[in-house]
């Protein structure tokens, strides 16, 4: 028999009641569970998952929260994770049952020293190519500077001469006879003919008047003039005559005395360092004139020859103080510039040229180069000097220091002061002496090496 369809009335309709309720839920409750047995979906079995992976700290332990808060992180989080209600954002994963916790790597702390070392050992090689560059750059420009001062930089002021004008250091030993003498006398290069001497010797009786001793000659000597050095003839009784040569320094004018035996070693150096004194000179060498001497043996030779020389000198200055003030320079320098001409030509016709280029060069700035001043400081007057001698750091080398020496370097003749004060005006700043002595001036370099290669090769 069918039922009747069911029918609401308002007699059926009841209040529930609690225990209604609970029926309800309970039945509701098991018809989920069964229908979740029969047909598990992908949904349920990934909320199975996720709800096997750890949670954070929630308000219940019981019941979660439906929206957990969300913390910032500060200095306290680690104590405000523990409060009630607190969750991080990203809750930790919890590992699986069974597996062994795997403790993070603890990151250790760089001392100062490891960070410099660890940035110093970094490479930039931006910054090692901009090093490299700059290092090839300066390799290059010293390689060029050396070339140009080698082959293409104009040298220093240099007379390529054979007949270079310097005293030649003969030493004549006791016993030697006239024969002897002139033989080495030709072969030191003071004479061409040792025969003519010797003859010439013969003819004025003074072949056993030879004295032994350190003589220094200047080049081209007449044979009169070398007998007389060598033979020292009293005027009259009580007189010597003595003979300095242009360009014979003050320690060379003492051995001259030697030779003559008329004074002791060092006299004649202490005879000038009075006078220094006394007059207050700004140096000792250079203030002696050179020339023919008459001295009188009763009085001191050293010290009278010193003040006769120095007196002759002073006297010639005085014809040139006007001259002197007009042209701003100082007396020192005239002096100085003076002695230079003199170790560079005994030729008076040669010397006004020869002052001219040295004042052409020092209002150029250029470095005058000339040897003879070098020589001085060095003592060294009868050979070539060498390349380190050439390199010597001294004020008198003035191949490497511009300007003038800083004293004279001989005593001088009055050709030599006049050409100082009154030196040549021309446009020359180079010149040579050929095999004959004769001299080639050129206004260029490329002038005075084409006067090298026609005179001197």
């Known amino acids: 028999m069918a039922k009747a369809p069911f029918r609401t009335t308002e007699d059926d309709i009841k209040t529930p009641t609690r225990e209604d309720a609970q029926k309800i839920v309970a039945q509701r409750k098991k018809e989920a569970e069964a229908q979740k047995e029969a047909k598990p979906t992908p949904s349920s079995s990934q909320s199975n998952k996720k709800s096997s992976q750890p949670q954070g700290p929630s308000t219940s332990s019981k019941t979660p929260s439906k929206k957990p808060s969300i913390s910032v992180p500060n200095k306290g989080s680690s104590q405000s994770s523990k409060r009630k209600g607190s969750t991080s954002q990203t809750p930790p994963k919890k590992p699986a049952p069974g597996t062994k916790k795997k403790a993070p790597p603890k990151r250790q702390k760089r001392t100062k020293a490891q ?18 560059i700059v290092a090839c750059m300066l390799i290059v420009i010293i390689g060029l500077s050396v070339l140009y001062n080698r082959f293409y930089k104009e040298p220093l002021l240099e007379v390529y001469s054979s007949v270079e004008p310097t005293l030649i250091e003969v030493d004549i030993p006791p016993g030697m006879g006239a024969r002897a ?41 007449g044979y009169d003039e070398v007998a007389s050095l060598l033979s020292p003839q009293q005027v009259e009784k009580g007189y010597v005559s003595l003979t300095v040569y242009a360009g014979y320094t003050i320690e060379v004018i003492d051995q001259l005395l030697v030779n003559r035996k008329v004074a002791n070693s060092g006299d004649f150096l202490k005879a000038v360092h009075q006078i220094h004194t006394s007059m207050g000179l700004p140096f000792t060498e250079g203030w002696f004139l050179s020339g023919q001497y008459t001295i009188s043996l009763s009085d001191g030779v050293a010290y009278s020859l010193a003040n006769e020389m120095f007196d002759r000198l002073t006297e010639a200055l005085r014809a040139y103080l006007d001259r002197i003030e007009e042209q701003n320079w100082s007396v020192s320098d005239v002096l100085i510039i003076a002695s230079l001409i003199q170790r560079e030509t005994n030729k008076v016709s040669q010397m006004p040229l020869i002052s001219g280029v040295i004042a052409n060069r020092i209002k150029a700035d250029m470095s005058l180069g000339i040897d003879a001043s070098l020589r001085y400081a060095l003592d060294i007057w009868d050979r070539e000097l060498t390349e380190s001698e050439l390199d010597t750091q001294s004020p008198f080398n003035l191949r490497r220091f511009k300007g003038l020496p800083p004293s004279p370097i001989g005593s001088l003749s009055l050709a030599a002061l006049d050409a100082a004060i009154y030196p040549s005006v021309h446009p020359y700043y180079y010149y040579i002496h050929d095999p004959s002595g004769e001299i080639h001036p050129a206004i260029s370099y490329d002038e005075h090496k084409e006067n090298i290669e026609r005179y001197l090769r």
């Open 115 to 132: 960070v410099v070392t660890k940035k110093r050992d970094t490479f930039d090689p931006e910054v090692s190519i901009t090093i490299l």
């Open 181 to 221: 003498i002139t033989e080495l006398l030709e072969f030191k290069g003071v004479i061409r003919d040792a025969h003519v001497l010797e003859r010439y010797l013969e003819q004025t009786n003074l072949t056993t008047t030879l004295q032994s001793g350190t003589y220094h000659f200047p080049p081209l000597m």
